[in-house]
């Protein structure tokens, strides 16, 4: 058996970047940039106002106040989007809505809300004149040239995940089309006699196939396209056809056929086919794990990821191993979930000597995170999987934590539970 670091590490040094694609910008969202992004304008591209008001000198308006408004003449308005045709002069004022170019003459603009406007539209007459309640310092409410970006800068580096906001900038760039790292085709198969697909009758004796789905939603999740191959009998002849149907992938999935019974046959697959880099890791659950190469007929190699059959077992190696892998693929500089130190609330034993990985709710209490188990750990307990937002860490060399001892927690979910 290999540590968890080592097995981590071998199936990095055999996964690639994948090359580069141009997008629709909002199909991007996610994914990694693969290209400096530069701005060819200003951003605003113009001094504009940021309030709806009036675009005055500052000297018409010095002294206003409540009691003493400074009335200045109309002598124009703008809208966003338009071209102001006046400019302010001393005691005049332009009407001036957010976002709207500032006019000749005005250094600063004065909301409505500091106006007598309201008053004045009361009397149902054109208003050919307002009333300013206070002062405001040259600059105020206007937004500048270039303030946001500037013509030439480099807006967006290589290599960023795209977000949101990203997203945004990007589009008031003009940016239609985005370079971006490409999402990681995972081919996901289950294997087993035992093991029936979710839209078959499940006869005495099967299970429904949940490893699959289970799977899809974490590449899914995780930004990686799943592309479910069904499920592969216990024989060499059909799963190795079923095993070299997913060669058209990034990387390879099989859940199950790894461990040392008569029928679990995925490595003799990958023997044959390729080379297997190692196979079990000293790890609780998730021990018989097997990673190799899968050859293809034109030369190139796959990585293939052979996880445990058990429900947890599978989920838990995908989030340590598969979801790294992916992470890498598609240029991501991060690979690993963040770690966090919580008091355990429950005892747990380490019997065997393997690095445990216990399924718990992390709850956040007077600054402190608090960890508790799920309840049964049993690698066949799905439902253990839902319950949990965190995995409690026991080294391999801890026979034993005791409830309020500090543990690290390795997160499966942004979000903590108050």
Partial sequence: MISVEEALNKILSRVQVLDNEKKPLLECLGQVLAEDVYSNFDIPAHDNSAMDGYAVKTESINGASDKAPKVLRIVGEVAAGKIPTGK?????????????????????????????????????NRINEIGIRGSLPAGCNIRRQGEDIAKGELVLKKGKVLGPADIGVLASLGKSLVSVIRRPIVGILATGDEVVDIEEPRPE????????????AEVI???????????????????????????ECDLLITSGGVSMGDYDIVR????????????????????????????????REIPHLGLPGNPVSSMVTFELFARPAISKMMGRSRYTRSNIEAVIEDTVTNNDGRRIFARVVVTSRNGKYFARTTGPQGSGILTSMTKANGLAIVPENVDEVKAGDIVEVMMLDDGINC
Avoid at 205 to 216: D, F, P, R
Avoid at 270 to 294: H, I, N, Q, S, Y
């Fill in 88 to 124: 302010v002069e001393r005691e005049t004022a332009i009407r001036i809505m957010t976002g709207a170019f500032i006019p000749d003459g005005a250094d600063v603009v004065v909301p409505y809300e500091e106006t007598d406007e309201t008053e004045r539209r009361k009397e149902k």
């Fill in 205 to 216: 004796g099967k299970i429904y196939n949940s490893n699959s789905y289970s799977l899809a």
């Fill in 221 to 247: 999740k995780c930004g990686g396209l799943p592309n479910l191959l069904g499920v592969a009998q216990d024989n060499m002849k059909q799963l190795t056809a079923t095993m070299l149907s997913g060669t």
């Fill in 268 to 299: 003799e697959v990958l023997a044959a086919e390729g080379k297997e880099d190692f196979w079990t890791v000293r790890m609780k659950p998730g021990k018989p794990l097997a990673f190799g190469m899968l050859k293809i007929k034109d030369g």
